[in-house]
């Protein structure tokens, strides 16, 4: 049974209990979310000619972040809270994830962590200045 073909391609019907086109059970594949942070993420950080577009994206996450914390901390915001609290989760579930794959925090654990310490340094500028 073939699915209905798009752009040109027959793509297989998937069978019941199998969930890729290898034919693997679903219980012995990896999760959707690492192979996503495998093929686009971990790339990135490793290749050098690609570090700028790192740190373009980097220097966007700590434009976000730092107002965040401010609005979290400094005027109490239970908004800007619950959102510091995701980027929290989202930064331990990307370490977990690096401690699961290689059984140690790694590149990807060294860029959050680098991330989050400049965020930190924006947020008290912005304070200490008067800037935000």
């Known amino acids: 049974m073939t699915r209905r073909p798009r752009m040109g391609r027959s ?13 693997e059970p679903d219980d012995q594949r ?4 690492e192979l996503w942070v495998d093929r686009w993420i ?10 700028p577009l790192v ?5 966007h996450v700590v434009a976000f972040t730092a107002p965040t914390l401010l609005f979290a901390i ?7 809270q619950m959102a510091a609290l995701g980027l929290v989760g989202l930064s331990f579930g990307c370490v977990r994830f690096e401690v699961r794959r290689y059984g140690r925090p790694a ?12 965020a ?6 912005c304070d200490r200045y008067s800037l935000f």
């Open 120 to 125: 930190i340094a924006a947020a008290w500028a």
């Open 55 to 59: 740190l373009v994206v980097v220097g």
């Open 107 to 118: 590149l990807l654990s060294a860029w959050i962590g680098a991330t989050w310490l400049a």
């Open 74 to 80: 400094r005027d109490r915001n239970i908004g800007a």
């Open 30 to 33: 990896e999760p959707r979310g």
């Open 42 to 51: 971990l790339p990135a950080l490793r290749e050098l000619t690609l570090l």
């Open 11 to 23: 793509l297989p019907a998937r069978e019941g209990g199998f969930g890729s086109r290898s034919g």
